[in-house]
């Protein structure tokens, strides 16, 4: 019985032994895969007279020792001997630096800042630094503005992790990583000053880099594919996690690139710029509404709404497949429109910008009979001062009107003495703007209604 359970325990503590043999395996398998994706992840140092590799190691290094690890990547026999202008490749994870930082610059909406397990009140001015999920709920947008100048802005629906958020210390330089986990953001990065300056973003099936420029970068939700679309400059792009692949491939100005969760890229033009009809009238109704000029190659358009021109403070946005563009109300001011094509394939086109001015003012009116005549009434909305105008003309739209009264304050008008006949009738109003700095008021007008007096 005894010598019985010795074998049971004998095989049963192999079998564990097995298993542990092949978890550390696998470990080992993973730390190795890691070291060599992270020593792929490399700066190039060009060697300095009074360079030693212990001397570089004591200051730039995290840990002395690691001169040995660049020795080795560099394959140096003598670190005594080492020629001047020699390039040193040396892993990113090895420096030394100081944390960069980024500051909430905007925002609107439900907005989420995460950093240290801990949820951050979002605030114009709050610090986020490396190691921070940020993410916008549906109608929701925000901007980081980073320490260099360059800007990341969210949309709606939006997650993103920042992954590094460092300045290197051996070569002076940004070492800036974007991680985007669902929806899209917009990068406009400062021109990056010294070689060694890197800004990247990764997605679950590609990476990019950048050198001042501005793009976007969208993850689809249901193909999982990555779009990267350079509005300005040019972009690396390569599959797979590291830019020194076969994979990686220039997107220019204009065009972008798809990269599947296989890891297969294709490039396209981006569909030009629309055109807005009738861009600078003035927006007065209580919802937007933005007409655009069809085009053959468009199945859709894009419209995002910002206080500023650089779209640091966007407002609103909405897309969709005919050529008009509805937006809720916003409050009255000044404002920038920015129009996109959406092309079949997913890709988002080159933008038009124009500015156009928002001051609500809405007009409505009605007509009937009362006790003591017919009684004209009007309605609206809109801050400022307003000014009503009320005329009826008889028999026909384009006669002279038989009443043609302006500089109204009220809202009610009645008259006792219409003859017998058909009349049309229609009222207008001056709004002036509730801002001191804009003169320029609006006029508008009702539709002619037909009214029919049988005394």
């Not at 210390?169 to 010294?194: C, F, H, M, N, Q």
């Not at 990764?202 to 050198?211: E, H």
């Not at 105008?389 to 500089?407: A, F, N, V, W, Y």
Request: glycine letters at 10%; proline letters at 4%.
């Amino acid at each position: 019985m005894s010598g019985n359970s010795r074998d049971f325990v004998s095989a049963s503590g192999l079998r564990f032994l097995t298993v542990l043999c092949l978890c550390v395996t696998a470990l080992l398998a993973g730390e190795a895969a890691a070291q060599k994706n992270s020593d792929s992840d490399q700066i190039t140092y060009i060697f300095q007279r009074d360079d030693t590799l212990f001397s570089l190691g004591s200051k730039y290094l995290r840990k002395r020792s690691d001169y040995v690890t660049v020795q080795r990547i560099n394959g140096i026999a003598d670190p005594h001997e080492i020629p001047l202008g020699k390039p040193l490749r040396i892993p990113v994870r090895l420096l030394k630096y100081r944390p960069s930082e980024a500051r909430l610059s905007a925002f609107r909406g439900n907005i989420s800042v995460q950093s240290g397990g801990r949820n951050l009140a979002p605030a114009v001015g709050l610090q986020v630094g490396e190691g921070s999920d940020i993410s916008t709920a549906p109608r929701s947008f925000l901007t980081l503005q980073l320490e260099d100048g360059s800007r990341v802005s969210l949309p709606s629906s939006s997650k993103v992790r920042i992954t590094r958020l460092r300045h290197l210390l051996l070569t002076d330089s940004i070492d800036y990583e974007i991680a985007v986990d669902k929806g899209r953001i917009r990068s406009k990065v400062a021109p990056l000053e010294k070689k060694a300056d890197r800004y990247r973003v990764r997605t679950p099936v590609a990476v990019s880099a950048v050198r001042g420029t501005d793009y976007r970068t969208r993850v689809d939700e249901q193909s999982g594919a990555v779009f990267s679309e350079t509005i300005e400059g040019e972009v690396v792009v390569a599959a797979g996690t590291s830019l020194s692949g076969t994979s990686a491939i220039s997107v220019p100005a204009g065009t972008g690139a798809a990269t599947s969760a296989t890891g297969a890229i294709v490039k396209a033009e981006l569909l030009l710029p629309p055109e807005l009809l009738d861009p600078a009238k003035v927006q007065s109704e209580t919802d937007l509404q933005f007409s655009v000029v069809p085009s053959a190659a468009a199945i859709g358009y894009r419209l995002v709404i910002a206080s500023d021109a650089g779209f640091i403070d966007i407002v609103a946005e909405t897309e969709g497949q005919g050529t008009v563009l509805d937006l809720q109300t916003i409050p009255n001011g000044r404002y920038f429109a920015k129009v996109t094509a959406l092309a079949p394939g997913g890709f988002e086109g080159m933008p038009a910008i124009y500015a156009f001015k928002r001051q609500l003012s809405t007009l409505g009116g009605s007509a009937d009979a009362g006790d003591f005549g017919y009684r004209f009434k009007w309605f609206g909305e809109g801050e400022g001062e307003r000014f009503y105008r009320l005329q009826i003309l008889k028999d026909s739209k384009t006669s002279l009107p038989i009443i043609d009264e302006t500089g109204l304050r009220g809202d009610t008008v009645t008259l006792s003495d219409l003859a017998d006949g058909e009349y049309y009738w229609r009222v207008g109003v001056i709004q002036f703007s509730s801002d001191p700095d804009d003169l320029v008021a609006i006029e508008k007008w009702t539709d002619f209604e037909k009214l029919t007096v049988v005394n």
